[in-house]
């Protein structure tokens, strides 16, 4: 009998231990992370502090695809693809575009290089932002604020003619294994 009364008494002990726990914490950000781990390998590298959380640049949906030049609509041309980085500031505006190979593309080239331009340059994102987060006394984490960073991104635009009508596909992130800006 005094055994079990010893039971009762560890049973009782172990449930008020188990009320008294800690609250669960999310597990702090991870250290020494750039951003390149956590998103394209094309958008600008930014090294977090440990209370820090990239917030991810998105794309408003309202931007404008560029147009194939009407001029070589009816030539017959075969699909054209023209590679851009996009160089993209803290308030999300695309200030720079940079087109590979254009010093040596011909007119025709050039042509949707500059059809190119002219839509990404009108192009909006919802802007990259470092979060910095803090902890309160009781272990609950709260956003202190969300700083509004620059970033670059590498986009593929895709210009063909399907049965006498231009079509032009914008915008997909391009995927590749070079670090650029």
Same mark, same amino acid.
């Given at each position: %009998?005094?055994? %079990?009364?010893?039971?009762?008494?560890?049973?009782?002990?172990? %449930?008020?231990?188990?009320?008294?726990?800690?609250? !669960?914490? *999310?597990?702090?950000?991870?250290?020494?992370?750039?951003?390149?781990?956590?998103?394209? *390998?094309?958008? *600008?590298?930014?090294?977090?502090?440990?209370?820090?959380?990239?917030? %991810?640049?998105?794309?408003?949906?309202?931007?404008?695809?560029?147009?194939?030049?009407?001029?070589?609509?009816?030539?017959?041309?075969?699909?054209?693809?023209?590679?851009?980085?996009?160089?993209?500031?803290?308030?999300?505006?695309?200030?720079? !575009?940079?087109?590979?190979?254009?010093?040596?593309?011909?007119?025709?080239?050039?042509?949707?290089?500059?059809?190119?331009?002219?839509?990404?340059?009108?192009?909006?994102?919802?802007?990259?932002?470092?979060?910095?987060?803090?902890?309160?006394?009781?272990?609950?984490?709260?956003?202190?604020?969300?700083?509004? *960073?620059?970033?670059?991104?590498?986009?593929?635009?895709?210009?063909? !003619?399907?049965?006498?009508?231009? !079509?032009?596909?914008?915008?997909?992130?391009?995927?590749?294994?070079?670090?650029?800006?």
């Amino acid at each position: %009998m005094r055994r %079990m009364r010893g039971y009762g008494a560890l049973a009782c002990v172990l %449930m008020l231990a188990a009320c008294s726990v800690a609250p !669960v914490r *999310k597990p702090p950000p991870k250290t020494d992370v750039s951003y390149e781990a956590v998103a394209d *390998k094309h958008l *600008k590298h930014y090294h977090l502090e440990p209370a820090q959380t990239p917030q %991810m640049p998105a794309q408003y949906p309202d931007n404008p695809a560029p147009v194939y030049p009407p001029a070589l609509v009816s030539q017959g041309m075969p699909p054209v693809d023209v590679t851009a980085l996009l160089i993209v500031d803290a308030q999300g505006r695309v200030t720079a !575009v940079r087109i590979d190979a254009e010093a040596t593309d011909d007119a025709t080239r050039k042509a949707f290089d500059d059809a190119v331009r002219t839509a990404a340059l009108q192009w909006r994102f919802i802007p990259l932002r470092i979060a910095t987060w803090e902890t309160d006394a009781q272990g609950n984490e709260h956003r202190v604020r969300a700083d509004p *960073k620059p970033f670059s991104q590498i986009y593929r635009f895709h210009f063909e !003619v399907q049965d006498g009508q231009p !079509v032009v596909r914008a915008g997909a992130p391009v995927a590749s294994s070079s670090g650029q800006r």
